[in-house]
């Protein structure tokens, strides 16, 4: 995704490639691969909740024991809710 443009104007100004890639490859490469990362890694989290249909333990499924014992099905619905958007949001502005 770098241009060749790039790297030779690097190596027109004498830079060594580990130099190239450092202070010129790196950075607009990181540019490209981060934002998708990032919503990658969100989707995941957000995916998270379907997980605890197929058995694995999470915030919605803690949240089910609870209110198993209890019998506060919604303050504990909305809890749990609160708690991935919370944790979303620090994730997306991240």
Same mark, same amino acid.
């Given at each position: 995704?770098?241009?060749?443009?790039?790297?030779?104007?690097?190596?027109?100004?004498?830079?060594?490639?580990?130099?190239?890639?450092?202070?010129?490859?790196?950075?607009?490469?990181?540019? @490209? +691969? !981060?934002?998708?990362?990032?919503?990658?890694? *969100?989707?995941? #989290?957000?995916?998270?909740?379907?997980? /605890?249909?197929?058995?694995?333990?999470?915030?919605?499924?803690?949240?089910?024991?609870?209110?198993?014992?209890?019998? @506060? +099905? !919604?303050?504990?619905?909305?809890?749990?809710? *609160?708690?991935? #958007?919370?944790?979303?949001?620090?994730? /997306?502005?991240?």
């Amino acid at each position: 995704a770098i241009d060749r443009g790039q790297r030779e104007a690097a190596t027109a100004l004498g830079l060594k490639s580990r130099q190239t890639f450092r202070t010129v490859s790196l950075p607009q490469a990181a540019r @490209l +691969v !981060i934002p998708p990362t990032g919503n990658q890694a *969100i989707g995941m #989290l957000k995916a998270s909740a379907i997980v /605890s249909v197929i058995g694995m333990q999470d915030l919605l499924t803690q949240a089910q024991v609870i209110y198993a014992r209890n019998f @506060l +099905v !919604i303050e504990l619905l909305f809890v749990a809710s *609160i708690w991935y #958007l919370a944790i979303t949001t620090v994730a /997306s502005i991240g």
